[in-house]
């Protein structure tokens, strides 16, 4: 079968400002896949091309086969229905309930009826280990308990990739092992394919099948591979000083 996700020859640019140039890799179904490196290599900016927020300066990004940019405005958005996101800060709504913020994808792309999609916010927050906080606002939460929310609207409409932003990003060491924990356990209960940003180490070689490396200074991939071997095998140093926290 072919790649879940493959990115052909891309590169990301605002104007002339080249961000990262010549990058090619492959992301295979059912796979954690990581974008790492140092602050201000693109890692991020690599996220939203792949969602489709910003469109590459040249090259591809296919997804299921398919050209995401040269398909049509309907095509994109079919695809992009077989996506969840949960963004670095969680981003919900404080406004709203948590069963509020996890229903409205449901709102938005369902014609299920109130009582339905009732149902499938409690079943998606009870994966998330928060059955019956339907009715707290995410002011009356933790941090951790908020990234958790996220993940449960990521995964409201059952998508095929599941997108994180430094998931990890303002937790304690416990909960964000718990996170990378249930990243795992969702990976595997529901054979999504997993994509997530990160430069934590403890989080990259806990769950990480397959990674690409950024890097700033010459602004393309220094790398593909299981991060554990990259670690154990490459003679790059400048992929050993992030992967050993510079102790090379």
Sequence with gaps: ??????????????????????????????????IMGGSGCGKSTLLRHLIGLI??????????????????????ENLLRRVGVLYQSGALWSSM????????????????????????????????????????????????????????RAMALDPEILFFDEPSAGLDPINSR???????????????????????LFSIFAIADNSVFLDAETRTMRAVGNPKKLRDESNDKKILEFLKRGEI
Excluded: C
Aim: charged share 25%.
């Design 97 to 152: 309930t948590l069963a509020e913020n996890v229903a409205m994808p449901l709102d938005v792309a369902t014609e299920l009826s109130p009582s339905q999609i009732r149902e499938v916010v409690s079943y998606k927050l009870s994966l998330v280990g928060l059955a019956g906080f339907e009715d707290f606002y995410p002011s009356e939460i933790s941090g951790g308990m908020r990234k958790r929310v996220g993940l449960a």
């Design 1 to 34: 079968m072919p790649a879940h996700i493959e990115v052909r020859n891309l590169t990301m640019a605002f104007g002339s400002f080249v961000i990262q140039r010549d990058l090619n890799f492959s992301i295979e179904r059912g796979e954690i896949f990581v």
């Design 55 to 76: 469109e590459p300066a040249s090259g591809e990004i296919l997804i299921n086969d398919r050209n995401f940019w040269a398909s049509s405005p309907e095509e994109r």
């Design 178 to 200: 718990r996170l990378d924990d249930l990243i795992l356990e969702l990976r595997d209960s529901l054979s999504a394919t997993v994509v997530v940003v990160t430069h934590e």
